[in-house]
């Protein structure tokens, strides 16, 4: 058994946290929100009155905060984590944030002597709370093996994706494809509706077709067509559209500063940032289907 430290307890930190408990392993949390600490409590966490005393003893620190500027914020400074864990500590942020602020946090740590990889997630809320989330990691070898058994209490994919950031810059190539995928899906769905064609019919149809894609297998968009998705549920639930503009922004500065050309998720994004105007922030991102039906 482990000491593991886990701080963020939010709606993707909450769940993971408790599988940590949920499979044996002595954690101690922390939150500035109350309630959500009280909860972990309840099923066998400790508590800690700051993010300082939560490290002290903590042989490994698990993080999941909603932007870079929290991560710098708790990592770094005389008042940082970095400065008051246990000695040899591991470090696992799972934040998804950019690559250069994940290069630099873990610098920060490496350059005091602490093992540090970034370990962005994918699988949502659902994929949290069933311990089925897919961790991508950035790192050098060693950081990663001592990672490894931590992260499989709380996922069940997880792939080393090179060197320190490299999890992030992943994170972000696959979050920017779903959201093209996504708005194509639901793009195609709304095309065959107007044209008097069942959506379960024609999702069954391009399920095995050429159009085959994880948002008909998994995710469909259009409501009542698959049973258990957001969209079934009046799109509450799941990974909410402010947070897919927040992925695509960091995709797009990421392409910017390689030159890459990325024009389809260009247009996703100018799709979701509408969609987040007309009042959408906090559906799940499949309601852009909504929007292409009122285009």
């Known amino acids: 058994m482990k000491n593991i430290a886990f701080i963020g307890l939010g709606n993707m930190g909450g769940p993971m946290a408790a599988n940590l408990v949920r499979n044996g392993e002595s954690v101690v949390v922390f939150d500035l929100v109350a309630d959500a600490v009280k909860q972990l409590e309840d099923k066998g966490a400790m508590a800690a009155a700051s993010p300082q005393e939560a490290v002290k003893n903590a042989d490994v620190v698990v993080t999941m905060l909603p932007a870079a500027q929290h991560v710098k914020s708790l990592y770094l400074g005389e008042q940082g984590i970095i400065a008051h864990a246990?000695?040899?500590?591991?470090?696992?942020?799972?934040?998804?944030?950019?690559?250069?602020?994940?290069?630099?946090?873990?610098a920060g740590a490496i350059n005091a002597g602490y093992a540090f990889i970034d370990a962005p997630v994918s699988g949502g809320v659902a994929g949290a709370a069933a311990g089925t989330l897919t961790f991508i990691m950035g790192g050098d070898d060693a950081a990663v093996s001592r990672a490894k058994p931590v992260l499989k209490h709380m996922g069940a994919n997880l792939f080393h994706a090179g060197e320190l950031g490299a999890g992030q810059i992943a994170k972000l190539c696959n979050n920017m494809l779903l959201s093209v995928l996504m708005t194509g899906t639901s793009e195609a769905l709304q095309l065959a509706i107007a044209n008097g064609l069942d959506p379960k019919v024609m999702s069954d149809i391009m399920l095995q077709s050429s159009g085959c894609n994880w948002t008909l297998q998994k995710y469909n968009p259009c409501p009542d067509v698959m049973d258990n998705v957001p969209s079934s549920n009046q799109y509450q639930g799941g990974f909410m559209v402010k947070l897919m503009n927040k992925d695509l922004s960091l995709a797009m500065e990421a392409a910017q500063q390689v030159g890459a050309s990325t024009p389809m998720a260009a247009a996703a994004q100018a799709l979701y940032r509408m969609h987040q105007l007309k009042g959408n922030a906090d559906r799940d991102f499949s309601s852009i289907f909504e929007l292409l039906g009122n285009a």
């Open 86 to 106: 246990k000695t040899g500590a591991l470090f696992i942020d799972c934040s998804t944030i950019d690559a250069q602020s994940a290069k630099e946090v873990g």
